[in-house]
């Protein structure tokens, strides 16, 4: 009995001492790696706190660039050279040389993506579900040569079966379907789902953003895109996934808030890239897809015409954060307005500095965010910040009739961004995200409406909504304040 005791003894002491080790062993690494200091002071306190907990949690979510994806897509141009040379020559003759007032909100997009603004596009305002699916199937059915479609979740549920037999019909008239999918987002997709689909022909996959051996344990990335092309002519992006909750008949959530755009013109083609990048990194295959024809607007439906739109993808693929970047751009570039519509306002020191400056020099600074909460943490959070916010001048508003999910950003009667990106710190850093840039004064104005429609729906909250909270509440306020860097 005493060496049983005495042995159990050494291997307890032994088990401490490796993850002794291996907690330093990861505080050098969080030191030498964190991008940011917030994130790197929760994970060195966690470590310190539970490294029981914390080093293997660290390992699985703490890493924050995704290793491979740039490599891989160099190898796709490279091994289809003609791919990329096709769609270059197509978009030539629409790449627009900005305005003075254009390059003022633009420019710093065009290094930061090393992309360019195209002219001559149509770009149509969808507002919530009804319309964007509408809109999505109809361009679907009218698909001829292939469609693309790519989602962050996708459900079995009324709206993902029309989705998935609109899909198995169309592939069966010989339309070629590319159906990508994100493994987390969608983790309740039961197999005979996607079963279904590959039986009748559609090429159906994963994003398998742990592929690689440098990502294996990686469960942190997100693909949160959400693009649809039809023939390489119209394409869809913005906010909506596949699932009923998005038509708003969600028992939880009632009412759905949310945005889409539907584009023609030479822009698609730049969204298709956007797809065919994830998709070559998640299959290895290039599709043959639509590279010369681009389908000019043709004045009709809604929306603005003669649109210049630059696609602009964002992920931790980057050497720089482009999300980041992105949001910074738009803050620091806005003059009279900034209107900002997220589901989430969990942000670093930086963008909150920059929404702070932008009210104190005189723009109007909106952010119209959530009244009931999808996610706790988050939702707790944003109260933390609402002191600073309105000593600044920023001003808050709170959707009341239902969840509000979508993504816009209006700077101005020039500028306005639809996408998948939240003004979190997961689609500044973790997630791969996308949307359009758009400098046109007609579609800016058509934001505009809409939300301001939005903010007639909403509450404006101060500082009491935090202040005159029980002390328990602004307990866990405070605590989920300190988590925001790892959200």
Not at 215 to 241: C, L, P
Not at 249 to 258: A, L, N, P, T
């Amino acid at each position: 009995m005493p060496d049983l005791i005495g042995d159990k003894y050494a291997l307890g002491t032994v088990i401490i001492l490796v993850f002794e080790v291996l907690a330093m062993l990861s505080i050098l690494h969080v030191i030498i790696k964190a991008r940011s200091a917030p994130g790197a002071w929760g994970w060195l306190m966690a470590m310190l706190a539970v490294p029981f907990v914390a080093v293997p949690i660290y390992w699985i979510l703490g890493r924050q660039h995704f290793r491979g994806y740039v490599e891989r897509f160099r190898e796709a141009q490279e091994k289809n050279e003609q791919v990329f040379h096709d769609l270059e020559k197509s978009l030539q003759p629409h790449i627009t040389k900005l305005t003075e007032s254009q390059d003022y909100y633009g420019g710093l997009l065009l290094q930061l993506s090393e992309r360019r603004f195209t002219g001559g596009n149509k770009v149509c305002l969808l507002i919530d579900g009804e319309q964007t699916f509408e809109s999505i199937f109809d361009a679907v059915e009218q698909a001829k040569d292939y469609v693309l479609v790519q989602f962050f979740i996708v459900k079995d549920d009324d709206l993902g079966n029309r989705q998935r037999e609109l899909l198995k019909k169309k592939a069966k008239e010989g339309v070629r379907v590319y159906f990508l999918y994100d493994e987390i987002g969608s983790h309740k997709l039961p197999r005979r789902y996607r079963d279904s689909l590959r039986e009748s022909g559609v090429n159906i996959c994963r994003f398998n953003a742990t592929q690689g051996r440098a990502n294996r344990f990686q469960i942190n990335f997100r693909n949160h895109r959400k693009i649809v092309v039809a023939d390489g002519e119209v394409g869809f992006v913005g906010g909506h996934n596949i699932g009923d909750e998005y038509l708003g008949i969600s028992e939880k959530f009632g009412h759905w808030r949310d945005t889409h755009v539907r584009l023609i013109g030479p822009s698609v083609l730049s969204l298709q890239m956007v797809f065919l990048a994830d998709y070559y990194w998640a299959t290895r295959k290039m599709p043959e897809l639509n590279w010369s024809r681009v389908t000019e607007d043709d004045g009709s439906g809604c929306g603005a015409g003669e649109s210049n739109v630059l696609t602009l993808p964002t992920g931790p693929t980057e050497r720089i954060e482009g999300g980041t970047m992105f949001f910074l751009n738009a803050i620091s570039r806005a003059r009279r307005r900034l209107w900002i519509a997220s589901p989430y306002f969990v942000t670093d020191e930086s963008v909150r500095a920059s929404l702070m400056m932008a009210a104190l020099r005189g723009v109007d600074v909106r952010i119209l965010i959530p009244d009931k909460p999808d996610k706790y943490i988050p939702w707790l959070a944003t109260f933390s910040y609402l002191l600073d916010m309105e000593a600044a001048g920023v001003r808050l508003f709170r959707y009341e009739p239902g969840f509000q999910h979508q993504k816009v950003i209006l700077v101005d009667e020039d500028f306005a961004t639809v996408g998948t990106a939240n003004l979190d710190n997961r689609s500044m850093r973790l997630n791969f995200e996308v949307g359009v840039v758009v400098l046109c004064k007609g579609f800016a104005a058509n934001v505009a409406s809409m939300l301001e429609v939005d903010f007639a729906r909403s509450r404006e909250i101060d500082s009491t909504d935090y202040t005159d909270r029980p002390w328990w509440f602004r307990l866990a306020v405070r605590v989920s304040r300190l988590a925001s860097p790892l959200l």
